[in-house]
């Protein structure tokens, strides 16, 4: 059999398997909320999770065609297929080790990181598209920054439109917009991250000449999309412990800030076609209503090892791919 064809039905895999770790791992955050104000059952959580996570990835392809060509041009792409076999190989690991150690680290720095570190291993640092590059990374950095200040100031609303109201009766009712609020974050999570897969697949379709235009193909969209659909079916208990319990105590007032807060963050990013970190967005948001509520309320020891994870990912995923792709090499 051609190697190339082998080497892109390996990434097809690994693509699809990269969204189906993803599904487990990022979208526990997107639930984290109404599973902890009981708001919804964790089983009945999970599975709205995956219906609107798969029906937000199939609404926007914009995201995924940054992804395919704001990194590297895949049009000049040196070894292009080891290169993205690498990345995601790369991706793939580093979500392992977060998900067993229950830290919410970002999926989006590790592809973005493995992306940068297989192909500059594979042509030198001159193969980036800085322009680009430095684009994602703007929102990157900032997002989690709007995000904690949105947060911060919906909440705030809040506090003054509802102070009148009785606490029992504020939680009852906010529990049942939270079952709304939560789908709509779960949606929006799944219009930007699950496009990142198939923005990478399709960088490996026309590195290896399968399609002449970046343009990303249905299948991969439905492909994609049903494989965070069914990772995020397992759920991602060890995640959803941390966003939902060790940031801050959340009541469903607190949950429904959270989730507009993020939301709005993520549909903007995936409007400008820029892939952000779901899970930065969404912890950040907390950390935002945290402090609206009560500074020392929240466990700021948590958030450290999570901003802590957050800053590493993108520079030991890149190393990581680099030798990866080394390995990788010595077979193809």
């Known amino acids: 059999m051609d190697s190339i064809l082998v080497l892109t039905v390996l990434i097809v895999i690994f693509g699809f398997g990269f969204d189906f770790i993803n599904?487990?791992?990022?979208?526990?955050?997107?639930?984290?909320?109404?599973?902890?104000?009981?708001?919804?059952?964790?089983?009945?959580?999970?599975?709205?999770?995956a219906l609107m996570n798969f029906l937000g990835a199939i609404s926007f392809t914009g995201v995924a065609e940054t992804i395919?060509?704001?990194?590297?041009?895949?049009?000049?792409?040196?070894n292009g297929q080891v290169v993205i076999l690498s990345s995601l190989m790369s991706a793939i690991i580093w979500n392992l080790i977060t998900w067993y150690f229950g830290i919410p680290s970002s999926s989006s720095h590790a592809i973005i990181g493995s992306i940068a570190g297989a192909a500059i291993a594979s042509s030198g640092f001159h193969v980036i598209e800085y322009r680009g590059f430095i684009s994602i990374i703007e929102a990157l950095i900032l997002s989690p920054i709007l995000a904690f200040t949105v947060g911060f100031t919906v909440y705030s609303i809040f506090k003054v439109a509802f102070q009148n109201f009785k606490l029992a009766k504020t939680n009852r009712h906010f529990r049942l917009i939270q079952i709304f609020t939560a789908a709509l974050q779960s949606y929006s999570h799944g219009t930007n991250d699950a496009q990142k897969s198939?923005?990478?697949?399709?960088?490996?379709?026309?590195?290896?000449?399968?399609?002449?235009?970046?343009?990303?193909?249905?299948?991969?969209?439905?492909?994609c999309a049903a494989a965070m659909g069914l990772g995020t079916s397992i759920g991602g208990w060890r995640i959803i412990k941390t966003v939902g319990v060790n940031i801050m105590k959340i009541r469903p007032i607190n949950g429904v800030a959270a989730d507009l807060s993020s939301a709005f963050i993520i549909f903007g990013a995936t409007f400008i076609h820029l892939p952000v970190s779901t899970t930065h967005v969404i912890s950040s948001s907390i950390l935002g209503v945290g402090s609206a509520h009560r500074i020392k309320g929240v466990k700021w020891d948590t958030a450290k090892r999570m901003v802590i994870t957050w800053v590493i990912t993108l520079p030991i995923s890149a190393v990581?791919?680099?030798?990866?792709?080394?390995?990788?090499?010595?077979?193809w």
């Open 23 to 49: 599904g487990f791992h990022d979208t526990a955050n997107a639930i984290a909320t109404a599973v902890s104000t009981k708001a919804l059952k964790p089983r009945h959580a999970i599975v709205m999770a």
């Open 68 to 78: 395919t060509e704001s990194i590297v041009n895949p049009f000049t792409l040196a």
């Open 198 to 223: 198939m923005g990478i697949i399709t960088m490996a379709l026309i590195a290896n000449h399968y399609i002449a235009e970046n343009h990303i193909p249905f299948w991969v969209q439905v492909g």
């Open 320 to 331: 990581l791919s680099g030798a990866i792709y080394h390995i990788v090499n010595l077979f």
